[in-house]
């Protein structure tokens, strides 16, 4: 085989790859951004956007699955029992993210018990992270004033780490120690493909801070959602 055909095998190769990628992604995408956009930008309650981020995160899937019987069978028609089982699967995909977070993902069982008090849509997106990237440790979730002065900050009076109007915590921290830069890159990406902002903090301890929006979106979402009936 000439250098060409080796050239252009490995073309084909990377071009399917990258194809297959955006395939996977995809219906993860349509999950968190959608319910993330219609959360924050249009003001629909949490669990309202993240039922219809499954919607389409489910038809999506349907589609998929529309495609493989037609190539295999000629026909597209789907069974009950198969768009029965994709609704499943997707509604026991997002239960998992919301409601479990593993003791090897938590720096302590104290941030582990925390879990439940962080935003549904950020859990979502952790817990989604964590299916590829096994080895994420959450350092931080909820804090209260008091744990500012014990790490010898002073208090912030806007920290999403607090519990905000709507009662959960819009951020949560994330280690990036021993893990090399070309991974804590990635996953910075991976939140801003999301729609969610990051920043890297070196206060007490170097960790990535990713929060549902910046501290200024969410002191004027807060605010209009005071003003809303």
Known sequence: MSRRDVLRWTGLGVLWAIRLGVLVVLPFFLLIRSSLYL????????????????????????????????????????????LGSLTAVVICYSSFALLYLSQTNAKSEEIRSFYSSVHPILRVAVGTLILVDGDLVLTDTKRSRGDYVGMG????????????????????????????????????????????????????????????QSETAAARWASTSRQRP
């Open 39 to 82: 959360h924050i930008l249009q003001g629909w309650s949490v669990w309202l956007s993240l039922a219809l981020g499954a919607a389409l995160m489910t038809t999506l899937l349907t589609g998929y699955a529309a495609w493989i019987t037609q190539r295999f069978t000629g026909s597209r028609r789907l069974s009950r029992l198969a």
């Open 153 to 212: 900050l002073p208090p912030r009076q806007r920290s999403l780490h607090f519990p905000q109007p709507d009662g959960y915590v819009h951020a949560v921290d994330l280690r990036t120690a021993r893990r090399g830069e070309w991974r804590n890159g990635l996953v910075r990406a991976y939140f801003a493909v999301m729609g969610f902002p990051t920043l890297r903090h070196v206060g007490t301890h170097d960790h990535l801070h990713v929060s549902l």
